[in-house]
């Protein structure tokens, strides 16, 4: 019988990362969507060596110097943004996942396709790592890797699911989670719209700040960035999002290939 492979998930640490360390998030990552998105779209290492991959700058600053806009200009940002996902029932967009790792200064891309449904559902299909996937029917999250032939499966209530992307499945507020200041877009590569730099209210070891990248004309978020403890940075392009559109409901169930080994964290 093939032996099971680990599961991945980060552990606390500093410095480098440890041998079962890949990405940027911790413990949280079985309970929700960022557990997927570490496990099929970041880089593994083993033990202190690093893959070999093409050297990238480290990110700028946040905000690159440029003072923070005013909270009342921030306030009403936060609120359009909540407005235009407040009346939206579903999303799809193709995304690009850049992960940067500060100890090694390497980079990791990968792309595919995302659905969002309310409440609670979602797909998010790989093309590079090729057939990855997470699927999540609303009380059921699987996080299904092909090159393994493995997939790890958990109930996972509503709740559960990180902040960070939460408001496009429609569960909660984003003041509820966290505390705002607002960039201009220009400041931080984002010409045409603003930055919306979150800092959790409640501290938690998955992140440290949340960045969302919000188009000015439509309030639109079209990118989030994810930092955590370590410096590590997770960061999602939503190239061309729609909502509302139709979205079958086969999307969010998903059958293994026979041979898969099935996980329960």
Same mark, same amino acid.
């Given at each position: 019988? &093939?032996?099971? &492979? ?13 041998? /079962?360390? @890949? ?6 990552? @079985?309970?929700?969507?960022?557990? %997927?998105? =570490? ?5 593994? *290492? ?35 943004? +909540?407005?235009? *996902? ?13 992960? /940067?790792?500060?100890?090694?200064? $390497?980079? #990791?891309?990968? &792309?595919?396709?995302?659905?969002? +449904? ?5 797909? /998010?299909? *790989? ?5 990855? &996937?997470? @699927? ?21 209530? #509503? ?12 569960? %909660? ?11 201009? %877009? ?21 992140? $440290?700040?949340?960045?969302? *990248? ?33 979205? #079958? ?11 898969? =080994?099935?996980?329960?964290?």
């Amino acid at each position: 019988m &093939r032996p099971l &492979r680990r599961p991945s998930w980060p552990r606390e640490s500093q410095g480098r990362p440890s041998r /079962w360390s @890949v990405a940027p998030t911790s413990a949280a990552l @079985v309970l929700g969507l960022a557990a %997927g998105l =570490a496990v099929l779209g970041a880089p593994r *290492y083993a033990d202190a060596d690093p893959p070999a991959a093409t050297p990238a700058a480290a990110p700028a600053p946040i905000g690159n110097g440029a003072a923070p806009a005013p909270q009342s200009q921030t306030d009403v940002l936060v609120g359009k943004v +909540q407005g235009f *996902y407040d009346k939206s029932t579903s999303f799809q967009s193709p995304f690009n996942q850049e992960f /940067w790792v500060k100890a090694y200064n $390497q980079k #990791k891309t990968s &792309r595919g396709t995302v659905v969002f +449904q309310k409440p609670g559902k979602m797909q /998010w299909v *790989y093309d590079d790592p090729k057939d990855n &996937r997470i @699927v999540s029917d609303g009380s059921t999250l699987r996080v299904y890797e092909a090159a393994n032939k493995q997939m790890y499966e958990q109930q996972v209530d #509503k709740s559960q699911y990180p902040a960070a992307l939460s408001f496009l499945t429609g569960q %909660g507020k984003l003041t509820d989670h966290f505390d705002f200041q607002m960039f201009p %877009g220009e400041s931080m590569n984002f010409p045409g719209g603003s930055v919306l730099v979150g800092n959790p209210k409640t501290p938690t070891a998955a992140y $440290q700040k949340v960045l969302f *990248y919000v188009d000015n004309a439509t309030s639109q978020v079209r990118r989030v960035m994810i930092l955590d403890g370590q410096g590590n940075r997770n960061r999602f392009d939503f190239l061309d999002p729609k909502v509302n559109q139709p979205v #079958k409901p086969e999307q969010f169930r998903f059958d293994p290939p026979p041979g898969t =080994a099935i996980i329960h964290p």
